[in-house]
């Protein structure tokens, strides 16, 4: 689990920080952090100090006992001085308004980092040079987890599932967002050939209807297709695994069936596996 989000008044102004992701040391979540906090200063009208727009006043300095704006030989009247001191503060006060939430949400060691730097959009921009790259390094990495996955017979799937579904969540939180068809095909690949004959199965059914394997279908027939390989009453290996379909990739077909609009039409065994094969191939790991 990541931080805790950070919540804070900041005493020195009215804004306040609700629900604010804390920046991981590792940029892991890099991509909400980023957009949330550009909405948050934003909403707080701050735009155009996140992007460098906002203007400095121009600085005074005293010349014979009087204020003159820098470079001017006139002094500063009482009024422009007034107006002076109101643009200077409210410059400098929202600022520090954007440096205040940054320095809240982010890891002491990326502060050291950042603190230095002449304005806050200067700051925002020190933020994306350490972390743009290190975001997408670590969405690649885990990425990378996910596709490597791979299930070892007779193990527990709820196990093997569970792990891809936490993986799939931790790249949503880096902003790396993977369909349901996406993470169905995943979940194939992870599988081993024992699981080819109930694969095979669903995959006519869904052509039948078509639509894709529904995730959840898949999820509950392929562990309970692993349940059942893992009986004590069960043949190891499973005898003629890849040919004939196995009964839970039979019912799998059968609910699938089920939900075609014409619920009243028969289906005969051969013409759920008489349509034209997909245009891809199925993936099953070696």
């Known amino acids: 689990m990541g931080p805790a989000p950070a919540e804070f008044m900041s005493s020195g102004s009215s804004i306040k920080i609700l629900s604010l992701p804390k920046l991981q040391t590792n940029g892991e979540n890099w991509v909400t952090y980023k957009e949330r906090l550009r909405n948050h200063l934003t909403s707080k009208g701050l735009v155009r100090h996140i992007n460098g727009t906002a203007k400095k006043p121009v600085e005074v300095e005293i010349i014979n006992d009087k204020t003159h704006k820098k470079g001017s030989p006139t002094p500063m009247t009482n009024d422009e001085l007034e107006t002076y001191y109101d643009l200077f ?17 982010i890891p002491k060691s990326v502060f050291l980092q950042v603190k230095g730097q002449p304005t806050a959009s200067k700051v925002i921009d020190k933020l994306v040079a350490i972390f743009e790259h290190k975001g997408q390094a670590t969405i ?30 931790c790249l949503a939180k880096m902003g790396y967002e993977i369909s349901d068809e996406q993470f169905t095909t995943y979940i194939r690949t992870s599988l081993t050939p024992t699981f080819r004959s109930l694969l095979t199965a669903m995959s006519a059914a869904a052509r039948t209807m078509g639509k894709p394997i529904a995730l959840d279908a898949l999820v509950s027939a392929i562990i309970e297709e692993a349940e059942t390989l893992m009986s004590p009453c069960s043949d190891w290996p499973p005898k003629s695994r890849f040919t004939v379909p196995t009964e839970t990739a039979a019912r799998a077909a059968s609910q699938s069936y089920s939900r075609q609009k014409h619920r009243n039409r028969r289906i005969s065994p051969h013409s759920a596996t008489s349509h034209s094969r997909p245009t891809s191939p199925q993936r099953f790991s070696p």
């Open 140 to 169: 690649q990495e885990t990425l990378n987890k996910l596709t490597n996955l791979r299930y070892t017979d007779r193990s527990s799937m709820h196990t093997h599932v569970g792990t891809m579904f936490k993986i799939r969540e």
């Open 89 to 105: 503060t409210d410059y400098e006060q929202k600022e520090a308004q954007v440096r205040n939430v940054i320095y809240e949400t």
